[in-house]
C-alpha cells in the first residue's frame, strides 16, 4: 500500500529555519518523482518543489528559490524539504505526493497529476 508521512512541521519565528520529512511506504522511492505542495487558509493547493526520479532534478516556486531545498535519500525512503529563512506567508499545511506511474509527462507543478498524498504537517511562521 502506498503512503507518504510528512513530519517536522511547527511553530517557528520569522527569518527561522524547519526541515520537513516525507517518508514513503510500498513503492520503490528512487523510481518516482516526488513534489511538494502547501495550502493556506482560504487559498489554492499551490506546489512548492518538485525531485524527479533518477537525475534527482529539483525545481521550485518563484516564491521559495533561494530559501528553500528539496532532497532525497533513497536509502530512507525519504524526501527532505529544508526551509530555511522562512516568512509569514510561509504558513501553510503541507504536503508531499507521487506521481501515478514512474514514467511520462512531469506532473510538476499541476497538483491534479498527482495520485499519493501524505496528510500534511502543519508550518506556522509567526513571532
Known amino acids: 500500500q502506498v503512503q507518504l508521512v510528512e513530519s517536522g512541521g511547527g511553530l517557528v519565528q520569522p527569518g527561522g529555519s524547519l526541515r520537513l520529512s516525507c517518508t514513503t511506504f510500498g513503492f520503490t522511492l528512487p523510481y518516482y518523482g516526488i513534489g511538494w505542495f502547501r495550502q493556506a487558509p482560504g487559498k489554492e493547493r499551490e506546489g512548492v518543489s518538485y525531485?524527479?526520479?533518477?537525475?534527482?532534478?529539483?525545481y521550485y516556486a518563484d516564491s521559495v528559490k533561494g530559501r528553500f531545498t528539496i532532497s532525497r535519500d533513497n536509502a530512507k525512503s525519504t524526501v527532505y524539504l529544508q526551509m530555511n529563512s522562512l516568512r509569514p506567508e510561509d504558513t501553510a499545511v503541507y504536503y508531499c505526493?507521487?506521481?501515478?506511474?514512474?514514467?511520462?509527462?512531469?506532473?510538476?507543478?499541476?497538483?491534479?497529476?498527482?495520485?499519493?498524498w501524505g496528510q500534511g504537517t502543519q508550518v506556522t511562521v509567526s513571532s
Open positions: 505526493a507521487r506521481r501515478p506511474l514512474p514514467m511520462g509527462t512531469m506532473p510538476w507543478p499541476d497538483a491534479r497529476k498527482y495520485a499519493y
Open positions: 525531485i524527479s526520479s533518477s537525475a534527482g532534478n529539483t
